[in-house]
T-cell receptor, first 112, second 115 residues
Framework: DAGVTQSPTHLIKTRGQHVTLRCSPISGHKSVSWYQQVLGQGPQFIFQ???????GRGNFPDRFSARQFPNYSSELNVNALLLGDSALYLC???????????FGPGTRLTVL | AQSVSQHNHHVILSEAASLELGCNYSYGGTVNLFWYVQYPGQHLQLLLK??????LVKGIKGFEAEFIKSKFSFNLRKPSVQWSDTAEYFCAVNAHGGSQGNLIFGKGTKLSVKP
């Protein structure tokens, strides 16, 4: 079975631009969570979506938004990019809202 | 705020040495506990988890962890490490009083095993 997939793998943007990151969960999983991992730190929770509704939000500004589609894939959008948004963005899926999360390979975002 | 502490930033061991990585969390309620591993160039993988029941849980590749509720700890152990265990290890907690999808991670412990 395919694991969690994310696209693109790498992305370079400039300050002020907008970015969209994509995630496809493991088949049958209905929950998708997004995390930000900066160098030297553990992942930090951004959002959880379950059955296409937002079920949790971490301490991130409103520039960050996400959505989940009927096929349970998800997009993370970040507006007005700042240098500090440079990080590895991880997507994780689980079958239930509170269940083991399985992570994708991440999207490495560099903001110049 | 809930937090997870991993005591060691970088651990260097020789092959066959025993390993114990510390993890403490700050939350007084019910928790689910996880250890994830990130091998060089690979994505985060689940090593083991604790939801309920026997506080001694066994994971993949000979790893185990013990949940000690009174100490708010979930330390990871392996009796004899191999060079292939070189990786970064993350402890994570899902607190039942918080957002259900929110895993709170420690900063990670980098393990280097010398052949």
């Amino acid at each position: 079975d395919a694991g969690v997939t994310q696209s693109p793998t790498h992305l370079i943007k400039t300050r002020g631009q907008h970015v969209t990151l994509r995630c496809s969960p493991i088949s049958g999983h209905k929950s998708v969570s997004w995390y930000q991992q900066v160098l030297g730190q553990g992942p930090q929770f951004i959002f959880q979506y379950y059955e296409k509704e937002e079920r949790g939000r971490g301490n991130f500004p409103d520039r960050f938004s996400a959505r989940q589609f009927p096929n349970y894939s998800s997009e993370l959008n970040v507006n007005a990019l700042l240098l500090g948004d440079s990080a590895l963005y991880l997507c994780a899926s689980s079958s239930l809202r509170r269940d083991t999360q399985y992570f994708g390979p991440g999207t490495r975002l560099t903001v110049l | 705020a809930q937090s997870v502490s991993q005591h060691n930033h970088h651990v260097i061991l020789s092959e066959a040495a025993s390993l114990e990585l510390g993890c403490n969390y700050s939350y007084g309620g019910t928790v689910n506990l996880f250890w994830y591993v990130q091998y060089p160039g690979q994505h985060l993988q689940l090593l083991l988890k604790y939801f309920s029941g026997d506080p001694l849980v066994k994971g993949i590749k000979g790893f185990e962890a013990e949940f000690i509720k009174s100490k708010f700890s979930f330390n990871l152990r392996k009796p004899s490490v191999q060079w292939s265990d070189t990786a970064e290890y993350f402890c994570a907690v899902n607190a039942h009083g918080g957002s259900q999808g929110n895993l709170i991670f420690g900063k990670g412990t980098k393990l280097s095993v010398k052949p």
